[in-house]
Structures are given as structure tokens and as C-alpha cells.
């Protein structure tokens, strides 16, 4: 008896995600590259993002100084590389805090139901009603300027929409099959949420994840720009642009090529994040 093979072989999943989204590698690279300067800094550059020469300051780029140099006579390249580390780790902290946070609140009202559900999304609700960047400005002025406080305001003001899509996935999930049969075998609540629905809800919510990435990204930086991160002379990537913004006539990369390495990391989470919403199970 012989076995009839199929005319074409299916492809696999990742070959229809990039036909979708060709430019997800690129967005891929410029991530890891980007992920790269924030560990290991002096792999790609070997100039002292603190020092400077002021006898070449407001340098166009060039070989010697790949985006420049600013007022000072610093590299602007090596002080964009060593800004990632800042600006990337409060970045992190901001998306973890959120998520956290969110899913926290997201099990307690999508499962518990009844008063739970009515006072934690009333709650969600201020939060979404406030303007997020507005949100984090007034949770740094009761904290005080820095990094670390940065990430904390952003992180606030991102709970809520995870809160949002996490007791949806929730309610979605609590009304399978697996969940009732599991429940009457007397399994405890606790575990069911833990095997059994975070891990079917994690698709929707690592995209999101990934989406708010680009998203906090941005908010550090505009922060940053303001004047509520780090001081100078660190190297934060809204600083960069900020201190770069009395001189875009005259020398035009010192704002343009830090801004342009923010939008390329915004862009590629972005990327990123569609193409986990378009292919849920490649997070799983």
C-alpha cells in the first residue's frame, strides 16, 4: 500500500510571518543591535561618552565620528550607544512594572468577578481617563526627577491597558471546558490561574508587551527631553535631542541621528508586535 505524498509541503509559521512583514528582520536586527549597546557598550565604541575634545566640537559626522559631535566636542555616536543602557533599562522596568501590575489586577477582577471586578475597573478607568504622559508627569513630580523614577511613572501609567486585555483573556478563558472540568475535580483557584489560563492568555499579551516597549520607549525619551530624567552629562537619549535642539541650523545630526535611533527602536517594536498579534503561537 503506498502513501500518497501532498502536492505542495505546508511552510512553516515563520515563513508566512515574513511574507506578511518582510521588514520584521530588519526590525529584528536594529532591537538586538540596540540591546547590544546596552550591554556591552564598549564592544562598539571605544570613545568616553563623557569626555570631550573642544577643538573638534559641532563636527559633522564622519568616519572618525560616525554621528558627529556635539557642543563639547564629545562623540555623539558613542554617547547615543552608551545611552541606550539608560534609557533602554528604564524602558524595561517601565514595561514590567505595567505588566505586572496588570495582570495582577487583570486575574483578580476577571476571575473573582462580582465587587472584585466593579472596583478594580472603575479604577482602570481613572487611570485611561488621565492622559498617560500627564499620568507620569505628576508621578514624578511626587517623586522626584531620575531614572529609575521615570520608569515607575511610565510603568503607572501603562497598568491600565494591560489590566484591560488580561481580565478579557480572563473571562475568555474561564468559560472553556478545561477550566469547568478542572474546577470540578476541585481543583484550587490559584492553580487554575497559573496552569491553565495565563499560559493560554500569554499570546495577546506578550504582543502587547512588545507594542508598549516602542511605546515607553518614547515616553522615556519625551521625559528625558523635559528635562525629568538623569542630569547632564549622562547620556539619555531625550537628553541627547534636547541638548541638540539649539543647534539643528547649524548642525543638524545633533538632534536628528539620536532622535532617528529612537524612531528605528520605536518602529522595530512596533514590527515586532504586530507580527506576534498576526501569529499568536509563535509566543507560545
Do not use: K
Amino acid at each position: 500500500m503506498s502513501l500518497a505524498l501532498p502536492a505542495v509541503l505546508p511552510r512553516p509559521r515563520y515563513f508566512t510571518v515574513l511574507r506578511r512583514r518582510p521588514l520584521l528582520p530588519l526590525g529584528v536586527i536594529v532591537l538586538l543591535l540596540v540591546l547590544g549597546w546596552a550591554v556591552w557598550p564598549p564592544l562598539f565604541t571605544h570613545f568616553d561618552p563623557l569626555l570631550g575634545v573642544p577643538a573638534n566640537a559641532l563636527q559633522s559626522p564622519s568616519t572618525a565620528h560616525w554621528f558627529g559631535t556635539d557642543h563639547l566636542g564629545r562623540d555623539l555616536y558613542s554617547r547615543t550607544v552608551y545611552g541606550a543602557g539608560l534609557s533602554l533599562r528604564a524602558t524595561l522596568l517601565a514595561v514590567l512594572i505595567a505588566l505586572f501590575s496588570g495582570i495582577v489586577l487583570g486575574v483578580l477582577a476577571g476571575f473573582f468577578g462580582g465587587w472584585v471586578d466593579a472596583v478594580l475597573m472603575r479604577l482602570v478607568e481613572v487611570l485611561m481617563a488621565i492622559p498617560a504622559l500627564l499620568l507620569a508627569m505628576a508621578v514624578i513630580t511626587v517623586l522626584g526627577f531620575g531614572t529609575v523614577n521615570i520608569a515607575l511613572a511610565v510603568g503607572l501609567s501603562s497598568v491600565a491597558t494591560f489590566a484591560r486585555l488580561v481580565r478579557g483573556e480572563v473571562l475568555r478563558w474561564r468559560a472553556s471546558t478545561f477550566v469547568e472540568a478542572a474546577t470540578a475535580c476541585g481543583v484550587g483557584p490559584w492553580t487554575i490561574i497559573v496552569r491553565h489560563i495565563l499560559p493560554h492568555a500569554s499570546a495577546p499579551v506578550l504582543a502587547l508587551a512588545a507594542l508598549e516597549f516602542g511605546s515607553a520607549v518614547l515616553s522615556v525619551s519625551a521625559l528625558s527631553f523635559l528635562g525629568f530624567g538623569a542630569p547632564p552629562p549622562q547620556p539619555e537619549w531625550g537628553l541627547l535631542v534636547a541638548e541638540g535642539r539649539n543647534y539643528m541650523i547649524s548642525a543638524w545630526w545633533y538632534t536628528s541621528l539620536p532622535g532617528l535611533v529612537v524612531a528605528a527602536v520605536v518602529v522595530s517594536a512596533n514590527q515586532l508586535a504586530r507580527a506576534l498579534q498576526q501569529d499568536p503561537g509563535a509566543t507560545r
